[in-house]
């Protein structure tokens, strides 16, 4: 997608407000730098704030403007006040209590992933691709699993034998394909058995890992995270808010290579800058959602931007985006769905190492401890 620039000399940068109502930036704070703006991003959809029986009800994401997001980010906090953060990691780690509905999916002796017993009904018709066994060797679900017909014995052969599969199983059961792969192994950088549609990995129970990265300013002495509104016309999530980069891992590329790919699609972020991106550990999330497992392991990075960029989407995925004070983005995490799930969970672990969550908090080693239980391997 093209984007129209231009650049603007200092005596117009009060005109930085006008493109950017809601920016919690004054001029005083834009550098004395020749800046590159962006064009002046869609009118956004109209919210409606649903009705709620106390002050400290969640609002709801169905639909807002970023003026809703500076109302909450602005609004009293009471920074000792940590529910507000578990309530995130609750959401991205629901239905524990179903695990027992699904059975293990076993390649070479190795758990790979989960299938919900629902689901494998429609397995079992493709007698050529998935054998289901009852042993004693699982004995948490009385020996079931599921495994691959013995006759497809290379990647590329259950690569397509699997595609094939999902296909004809169609859109009903598993909706939004993207024609991206994923690779299936039982933990990272170990072997990989062969490669799935994205949109199935959840229904397969399979391991899937992803890269998100904070992008932040420093200006006197404050620290601002660069935050992306996803396009409406996103399959998943529309219209909610997100890092200023992050993008699922396919197959066949590094965690690195994928942060400078999708820094440059995302944002328009040159790898000269990119580059420069800290990987600073993962989270990771069990949710389950009917015939859904998903288990995710996001690696995450930093990466200190200089005060004059501004970022521009290219692939058209991402609305428009604003720098906002960290803790005022803390503020929006406590108090809304507004982001997309699982970028809490990174936004969060960087609260921790930027100290915006401090020990003296009531129940810091809790959340801490909450953050960090999930199963990153």
């Not at 890092?243 to 820094?263: F, M, Q, T």
């Not at 497992?293 to 931007?305: E, G, M, Q, S, T």
């Amino acid at each position: 997608m093209a984007f129209n620039t231009y650049t603007l000399s200092l005596r117009f940068r009060a005109s930085f407000l006008s493109l950017n109502n809601s920016s919690p930036i004054s001029p005083s704070l834009l550098p004395n730098t020749r800046l590159k703006f962006s064009q002046r991003p869609p009118p956004l959809r109209q919210f409606i704030r649903p009705s709620s029986s106390s002050s400290s009800s969640s609002v709801s994401a169905s639909s807002f403007t970023w003026d809703d997001v500076f109302k909450i980010a602005h609004s009293k906090n009471d920074s000792s006040d940590l529910h507000g953060f578990f309530d995130k990691i609750t959401t991205c780690n629901r239905g524990s209590d179903k695990q027992h509905e699904f059975i293990p999916f076993i390649i070479n002796d190795q758990i790979v992933g989960y299938v919900h017993e629902g689901f494998a009904a429609h397995l079992k018709k493709f007698h050529d691709v998935f054998v289901f066994h009852q042993n004693n060797c699982h004995s948490h679900h009385a020996g079931n699993h599921v495994t691959l017909h013995p006759m497809l014995v290379t990647a590329e052969e259950r690569t397509t034998a699997v595609a094939d599969v999902v296909k004809r199983l169609g859109a009903e059961l598993i909706p939004g394909t993207r024609n991206e792969l994923y690779p299936v192994t039982s933990s990272f950088g170990t072997s990989v058995f062969f490669s799935l549609e994205r949109a199935a990995a959840p229904y397969f129970g399979i391991k899937a890992y992803g890269v998100h990265m904070n992008g932040y300013v420093e200006r006197a002495g404050k620290k601002y995270l660069w935050i992306g509104k996803r396009s409406e016309r996103k399959q998943t999530y529309p219209g909610m808010l997100d890092h200023l980069v992050a993008g699922g891992l396919p197959h066949g590329i590094a965690c690195g290579d994928n942060i400078v790919k999708e820094c440059e699609e995302e944002a328009g972020i040159p790898s000269s800058i990119s580059m420069e991106a800290i990987p600073v550990g993962a989270v990771s999330y069990m949710d389950i959602d009917g015939y859904r497992y998903k288990r995710d392991v996001l690696f995450c990075y930093d990466l200190k931007l200089p005060e004059g960029f501004i970022p521009e989407n290219q692939d058209g995925e991402v609305e428009s985006f604003k720098l906002i004070p960290v803790a005022d983005v803390a503020n929006v995490i406590k108090k809304t769905e507004y982001f997309k799930p699982n970028c809490n969970l990174v936004i969060m672990d960087f609260l921790f190492r930027h100290g915006f969550i401090r020990p003296e908090q009531f129940g810091y080693l809790k959340l801490l401890q909450s953050l960090r239980s999930g199963d990153c391997s």
